[in-house]
């Protein structure tokens, strides 16, 4: 039998990651499972014009995202967007590589299944910017869950 008590969904609060957060909490809702959602900031490296030197952000704009995106994480689930749970929910704002600090977050809070959003980019877009989804798929530990905005949907409205 599958038994999922712990169920991690990443945030960008993109169209494709509200999606994700429905399949997350419709999931968690019929297995009684922890709903984790976790949005990583993403490094940011002002690059110079000299080839190998690079100047981060300053701490306050950081500190100022990071705040942000604890404010928008802390109104997720929304019954506004038809994703309100009763499940413990638990949300952390983490700085990092996005698909590495998924991958560590699932390994370290023992994760059972990841439900994550892909944008669904493909051709030079896909090849420029890499894909987090694809990412975490062949690296997680555990079973993922990818779900397109558009498309067929499993979830009631």
Do not use: W
């Not at 960008?12 to 499972?33: H, M, N």
């Not at 638990?90 to 809070?109: D, M, Q, W």
């Amino acid at each position: 039998m599958i038994r999922l008590d712990r169920i991690l969904v990443p945030v960008d609060f993109s169209e494709c990651s509200t999606s994700a957060q429905k399949y997350g909490v419709a999931l968690a809702e019929r297995f009684g499972a922890e709903i984790h959602l976790i949005h990583v900031l993403q490094d940011l490296v002002a690059l110079s014009p000299e080839p190998g030197l690079t100047f981060p952000p300053p701490g306050e704009y950081l500190q100022e995202l990071k705040e942000s995106a604890d404010r928008s994480l802390a109104r997720l689930p929304s019954a506004d967007d038809g994703n309100a749970t009763e499940q413990p929910i638990v949300r952390e704002v983490i700085h990092g590589t996005p698909f590495l600090e998924i991958i560590r977050y699932a390994k370290t809070h023992d994760i059972d299944l990841i439900v994550l959003g892909t944008h669904g980019r493909g051709g030079l877009a896909h090849a420029l910017l890499g894909s987090v989804a694809e990412k975490v798929v062949r690296k997680a530990g555990c079973p993922v869950l990818t779900i397109r905005p558009e498309g067929h949907q499993f979830v009631m409205p």
